[in-house]
């Protein structure tokens, strides 16, 4: 059974820093493209940033110049480094994958469980 586990949200304050991990386990053949998703109270889930296998990268507008995305191939692993945090920023991030299980000809969508970020003072 494949998973997302996230780690690394919190409470930090206005300017302050945070960084999101996000692992991918279980039966995987090949994963293409991760990102990060976020939705704060009362708003849609929105990308917030996004890498493909090769090492692409696409940003929202809002977090362009002050968040990184990155990942580990060899771990399954992807990162959301975030700087200038803005009490806007607060809500929950999830984890995203395109990825390939085994035994599987089909390239599935997963989620994490989501992991809350909260900027204030």
């Known amino acids: 059974q494949v998973q997302l586990v996230e780690s690394g949200g919190g409470l930090v304050q206005p300017g302050g820093s945070l960084r999101l991990s996000c692992a991918a386990s279980g039966s995987i053949f090949s994963i293409n493209a991760m990102g990060w998703y976020r939705q704060a109270p009362g708003k849609q889930r929105e990308l917030v940033a996004a890498i493909t296998r090769g090492g692409s990268t696409n940003y929202a507008d809002s977090v362009k110049g002050r968040f990184t995305i990155s990942r580990d191939n060899a771990k399954n692993t992807v990162y959301l480094q975030m700087n200038s945090l803005k009490p806007e920023d607060t809500a929950v991030y999830y984890c995203?994958?395109?990825?390939?299980?085994?035994?599987?000809?089909?390239?599935?969508?997963?989620w994490g469980q989501g992991t809350q970020v909260t900027v204030s003072s």
């Open positions: 995203n994958a395109d990825l390939q299980p085994y035994g599987s000809k089909w390239w599935i969508e997963y």
